[in-house]
Structure formats: structure tokens, C-alpha cells
């Protein structure tokens, strides 16, 4: 013990390894905080996510056919408010528009009294950004169609795939996993934005942390070589076994611990700047891949720590 405690004093008081967590801690910093879609530079995203935040916690609970229809009610009335609708003249500039804009070709063969159905191309900018608030919420809706639909590709893809008794074992297996799903699983909604900031991060903390690890023991054994030292260590009375088991440990000690701090910080700056609520709500792929397990975002956090995270790192 008094081995392992010598060691692990001596690798926390090499500044080699305080200079490199010190690196990698402002790098976590900066990914988690300053790139992709949730960067707080992004003057769109931080001017709405309190906002945004608000307005779907309201919503937070279980997705059921009642709360399905009480969404759609709600987004009907926002498509169909004259209020949200734009003028004369300008439904005359977006029939134009779908007229020649190539990316509208599809409605080529639509009358202009067809067109101005389709309410969704004439709303006002208000009224789009209302609509807009529960596009999350239309995802959500349609959570258990796309497990079907995503059910239904996956295995005819199986029996196209691998002809025969494999693919049909296959095809019975996703089948039934997904039928569970469907069947079994109780989705909630509610405003996650926290833990997908914690799940995104951990993806990169092999690496982010692994560089610390990587850097912070790599004199663990070469030190006693730079100092000549070695020769006198390997033929003391531990010098061959318990020194060499002690900084063994201490190296997996030290490198437990620095993963334990990025994970602590990751989970500081994602519930400090976008809260810590949504440990109920569902976690998915995406608002078109469906994946068939039962978890929700805290379920899936220790996933993401033990498998992706401390095991990579």
C-alpha cells in the first residue's frame, strides 16, 4: 500500500500531467459548449432555448393517444388561423414561386386553389414560428409509426438480403424485438436538450481523455531510466514485483479518476447551461431512425459512460 500511494503522489505531482488535464479540460470546454447546433455563440440557439424550454415542459409526460391528439389539435389550430396566414399579395409570390422554383417541381400538376390548400406554404413568419415550436413534438407523436415503418424495412431488407432460413431468423428477430418495443414501452416526452449535451460529449472522451492518460503516465516507468535509478530499484527487495504491480495500479487509479473528472465536468456545464430536466423523456436515433430499446435519457447515460466512455478511454 505504502508502494502504491508513493507512486500515485508521484504522478499527481508531475506537471507534465497537470499541464495536459489543464489542455484537455478547456477542450472538453470548448466542444461541449462552443460547437455544433447547442454552441452558446450561436446568438439563434441561446435567444430561444429558454424560450423553447418552457414551451415544451409544458408537454413533459407520458406520450399516450391522448396526449398524440391534444398535439394535433393544437397544430391544426395554428395551420388554419387566418391570423397566421399571409395576404392576398403575398400568396400571390409564393404561387410564383412553386410555379418555377425547381425544388417544387413535385406540385408542377396542382392547380393554384389545390396549392392554397396546402395551408403550411402560406403562413406568416409568426405563424411559422409557432408551428415550428412543436416540430420536436410532432417526432415525438409519431414515435411508435416509425418503429413500425422502421420494423417492416428492416426485415424485408433481412429477407432480401439473406434469402433463406437466416434471413427469415433474422427478420423474426427484429421483428419481435420491435413488437416489444411497440407493445411494452411507455415513452415520455419532456426537454432533454441536457442529456443529449452529455451523451454527444462522451463520445469524444476516449479521446479527450485518453490524451491526458496517455501523457500524464507516460513517465511512470521511464522516470527511474532518465534518472539512473532503475538498476538500484530492480534489485531491491520489491523492486521486481510490488514496484512494478504499484505503479500498475496507480497508473489505472490515475486514469480512473481522470476519467471521473471529465465525466463530473460534462455533466456540470450540460445541467448548468441547459438543465437537468429530461431523465424521463425517450431517447432515440433521430426523428427518423427508431431504435427498439427501452430506455430512456437517464437510462442510457451509464450506457454511454461505461461502453462508449470509460471503456474507450
Avoid at 455563440?41 to 424550454?53: A, D, H, P, V
Avoid at 404561387?95 to 396546402?118: H, K, N, V
Avoid at 433481412?158 to 427469415?168: F, M, N, S, T
Avoid at 438543465?275 to 442510457?300: D, H, I, R
Wanted: glycine letters at 8%.
Amino acid at each position: 500500500m505504502d508502494i502504491l500511494k508513493n507512486e500515485f503522489k508521484k504522478i499527481w505531482r508531475s506537471p507534465l500531467l497537470l499541464t495536459a488535464l489543464a489542455a484537455t479540460v478547456l477542450i472538453a470546454v470548448v466542444l461541449q459548449l462552443f460547437t455544433g447546433n447547442r454552441s452558446v455563440l450561436n446568438s439563434r440557439f441561446t435567444e430561444t432555448i429558454y424560450g423553447t424550454k418552457a414551451f415544451r415542459q409544458q408537454f413533459a409526460g407520458p406520450i399516450t393517444e391522448q396526449w398524440i391528439l391534444e398535439r394535433e389539435a393544437e397544430m391544426d389550430a395554428i395551420l388554419h388561423d387566418p391570423d397566421n396566414k399571409v395576404g392576398p399579395e403575398k400568396q400571390k409570390e409564393i404561387l410564383e414561386e412553386l410555379r418555377t422554383q425547381p425544388r417544387f417541381e413535385g406540385y408542377s400538376g396542382y392547380s393554384d386553389a389545390e396549392l392554397l390548400e396546402i395551408d403550411v406554404f402560406f403562413m406568416s413568419a409568426e405563424g411559422r414560428e409557432l408551428y415550428n415550436q412543436y416540430e420536436d413534438i410532432a417526432a415525438a407523436s409519431d414515435l411508435m409509426k416509425r418503429a413500425a415503418e422502421t420494423r417492416d424495412a428492416m426485415v424485408k431488407e433481412y429477407l432480401e438480403k439473406k434469402p433463406g432460413v437466416q434471413g427469415v431468423r433474422f427478420g423474426e428477430k427484429i421483428r419481435a424485438m420491435y413488437d416489444s418495443y411497440i407493445r411494452e414501452f411507455q415513452p415520455h416526452y419532456g426537454w432533454h436538450i441536457g442529456y443529449d449535451s452529455i451523451h454527444d460529449v462522451m463520445k469524444s472522451f476516449p479521446c479527450l481523455a485518453g490524451i491526458g492518460i496517455l501523457i500524464g503516465l507516460s513517465p511512470l516507468f521511464s522516470q527511474e531510466y532518465s534518472r539512473k535509478t532503475a538498476g538500484l530499484l530492480l534489485t531491491s527487495r520489491y523492486g521486481r514485483r510490488r514496484l512494478a504491480w504499484g505503479k500498475i495500479c496507480a497508473g489505472f487509479l490515475t486514469a480512473g479518476l481522470i476519467w471521473a473528472l471529465f465525466a463530473a465536468l460534462s455533466v456540470a456545464l450540460a445541467f448548468f447551461v441547459y438543465g437537468p430536466e429530461g431523465g424521463k423523456a425517450f431517447w432515440q436515433g433521430g426523428f427518423f431512425v427508431t431504435l427498439p430499446y427501452q430506455m430512456n435519457s437517464w437510462a442510457l447515460s451509464p450506457v454511454w459512460w461505461g461502453q462508449c466512455s470509460l471503456l474507450g478511454s
